[in-house]
């Protein structure tokens, strides 16, 4: 085990806490990313990964645990940090280099001024992270080609994969999410999230009680009235109200039934028949829905 005395343990795991509840915690991350990666299958022996690293406490938590996985022998992949400095004012540039090297990680850091053009394109008043988002992507796919990967690997959690959802239901008419794995565009890079099983609540316990160097996002961070944030306080209502809410959720996210829903284009509702015979089948496990269900 990587917390025996006796036992060498990666850099970024020096100092870790020795308390219960800690260990249980990061055991139960690294548990559920292992889970994540291995039932949507985002192995793929030998490659090379671009983990993003924001400064945020979801992507301090995504380089560690990938580190411990790979550490462990469990994770057969090459690791490269990448951390896109946006030209945001006052963003501390020096900070995530420092740790990097100081942790041992393989890195690269990219300097890029994003934020003069999300200042000038988008007016004043709305949000900027549609377009943040678009043009960091941009670099981060280009960094991934140019450094050999065949993924870009991102920290978005559970609870980021939740609040899309809504925001997709509320605004754009339209179910979808974060998907835990995709293809991007292009065609050429997967885009992994292995967090996607682990609860925001989880990365700020773990990242805080690592004293990771976190970094603000003060460019989204400071507009008030944020979608995004909206469906973050109904979910956190929903919570306190019933605990274990949001997990509930999220499972519904992988228990979908297109025959239950209204979308012609995932099940033929025309072609549905009648069962014929004496004797019909009979499924006791499909619920049986009244007209005024």
């Known amino acids: 085990m990587l917390d025996d005395e006796e036992s060498p343990i990666h850099p970024l795991f020096a100092g870790a806490p020795s308390t219960t509840e800690f260990k249980k915690l990061r055991k139960r991350i690294v548990r559920e990313t292992r ?3 291995e039932k949507y299958g985002m192995i793929e022996r030998g490659a090379k990964w671009l983990v993003c690293l924001s400064g945020g406490k979801d992507s ?20 490269l940090a990448c951390n896109l400095d946006q030209g945001q004012p006052g963003f ?18 990219e300097y890029q ?13 709305r949000t900027y992270c549609a377009l943040c988002s678009r043009l960091r992507r941009g670099n981060l796919y280009r960094i991934a080609r140019e450094e ?33 794995k995709l293809v991007n565009e292009e065609g050429d890079l997967f885009v992994y999230r292995p967090l996607a099983f682990v609860a925001e609540s989880d990365c700020e316990k773990f990242a805080t009680q690592m004293n990771y160097p976190i970094i ?10 944020l979608q995004r944030q909206q469906v973050k306080a109904m979910l956190d209502g929903w919570e ?7 997990n509930k959720m999220f499972k519904a996210l992988m228990n979908a ?27 006791e496990n499909v619920p049986v829905l009244r007209e005024s269900d």
Request: with cysteine.
């Open 148 to 180: 050999g990967c065949s993924a870009v690997v991102l920290g978005h959690h559970r609870d980021d994969i939740l609040e899309t959802f809504f925001m997709n239901l509320f605004h754009g008419a339209r179910l979808a999410t974060m998907p835990p």
């Open 257 to 283: 039934r297109p025959s239950h829903l209204c979308d012609t284009s995932i099940f033929d509702f025309a072609g549905l028949e009648l069962r014929t015979g004496d004797k019909a089948d009979f499924n």
């Open 240 to 246: 306190k109200n019933a605990p274990g809410r949001r």
């Open 92 to 109: 501390p540039a020096t900070v995530l280099p420092e740790f990097l090297e100081n942790m041992g990680v393989p890195h690269r850091i």
């Open 113 to 125: 001024d994003t934020y003069s053009i999300v200042m000038d394109k988008v007016p004043q008043g």
């Open 60 to 79: 301090y938590t995504l380089l560690a645990v990938l580190h411990e996985l790979q550490w462990r022998g469990l994770l057969p992949v090459e690791l």
């Open 216 to 225: 603000p996002c003060d460019l989204c961070g400071s507009q008030d009235g």
């Open 35 to 37: 889970e994540a990666i």
